[in-house]
């Protein structure tokens, strides 16, 4: 047979029908050619983190069987965020060694792959949200959970929460879009535990939220704002919200309090909101903030930053700032010492 030189090649060729899903920053599903476009470094990896891509990929072969397969991905990028090949092609050996070409179940029943640097294991939030959303995706059934959600959030009072498993939450906030789930939502969120209000969020970061859930979240923390768990689960539940106005100026206002300046909500800006630093008030406080944190706070997060495509010019850019502090200079010296982006 002809070399395989990608993932989707090595798939296609299999005879499979696969989903991606770009998970490294939220999960987000990726079109099959700008999957292929980036693993072929021919586009870089929209939301690179720790100097690699994050996929989860399902494939499956209706033909063959109902079962659906699933790998979790991590590719290492070069300075531009471009997919490093040699690794790609290192993994697809991997693959080719332990499956074939052709995916042969009678060598490998469940197309596991041996242990190898390019594989990870999600945490547990990641897992089940993944497994919800790809059933969605599919037009697959969520699982049973469901109901065991519904139920706690319609009566908290007369339900424990912990009888709810993180599936049933994962599959609540999938099923939002089209699903009763919105209203009860909205109308429940404040009376509920914590820590499912918590978990609520921890679930939301891997959805787009429209601008009436956003509200709720905002309007929830500033109930408290002295509850820095509180803060922390609102930012996660932000990630992908759609209303950014709001958003973007709860950034702002963040910024600007004292609430919003440890290295903990720094991260989590870094991490789920980077796309609002492009506006250059908020990223030249957001930069000042991270030049006087602890440790090498700023040399890691501005790398990262860095390797984001949507933000990369405008941390570049960084660099070249006429005015800069005394401690944001005293921190790029830092970074080039160690790391040049």
């Not at 242990?115 to 995706?137: K, M």
């Not at 709810?164 to 909205?186: C, E, M, N, W, Y």
């Not at 706070?297 to 005394?326: C, H, N």
């Amino acid at each position: 047979m002809s070399q395989i030189n990608t993932i989707s090649e090595f798939l296609l060729q299999a005879g499979t029908d696969y989903r991606v899903f770009d998970i490294a920053r939220g999960i987000r599903p990726l079109a099959s050619q700008l999957f292929l476009d980036i693993e072929s470094a021919t586009v870089p990896a929209p939301y690179p983190r720790q100097q690699h891509a994050w996929f989860g990929i399902v494939f499956f072969n209706n033909k063959m069987s109902n079962e659906r397969y699933i790998w979790f991905v991590k590719l290492p990028i070069d300075e531009q965020g471009l997919v490093i090949g040699a690794a790609r092609q290192q993994f697809l050996q991997t693959v080719i060694e332990a499956l074939g070409q052709t995916l042969d179940k009678q060598n490998n029943i469940n197309n596991q792959l041996p242990e190898n640097p390019f594989t990870f294991v999600p945490n547990q939030q990641q897992l089940a949200d993944f497994n919800s959303i790809s059933r969605i995706e599919l037009e697959m059934p969520l699982s049973e959970h469901l109901n065991l959600a519904e139920q706690y959030l319609t009566e908290p009072e007369r339900h424990d929460w912990r009888a709810v498993p993180l599936q049933g939450i994962s599959d609540f906030t999938a099923s939002l879009p089209q699903h009763k789930g919105k209203r009860l939502l909205l109308k429940q969120f404040s009376t509920l535990a914590p820590d499912m209000q918590y978990a609520l969020c921890a679930s939301l970061e891997n959805h787009q939220i429209d601008e009436d859930i956003s509200a709720l979240l905002i309007n929830w923390y500033q109930q408290d704002i002295k509850d820095e768990k509180r803060l922390h689960s609102v930012l996660r539940g932000l990630c992908q919200s759609q209303a950014k106005t709001h958003v973007s100026s709860f950034i702002s206002s963040l910024l600007d309090s004292a609430h919003g300046r440890t290295s903990a909500v720094l991260m989590l800006i870094a991490a789920r909101h980077w796309q609002y630093l492009k506006e250059s008030t908020t990223l030249t406080i957001y930069v000042e903030l991270l030049a006087v944190c602890e440790d090498d706070t700023f040399i890691g997060l501005y790398s990262d930053l860095a390797q984001i495509p949507e933000i990369r010019e405008a941390m570049l850019g960084v660099l070249r700032w006429p005015e800069k502090s005394p401690q944001l200079t005293q921190a790029i010296a830092q970074l080039f010492g160690q790391n040049t982006p």
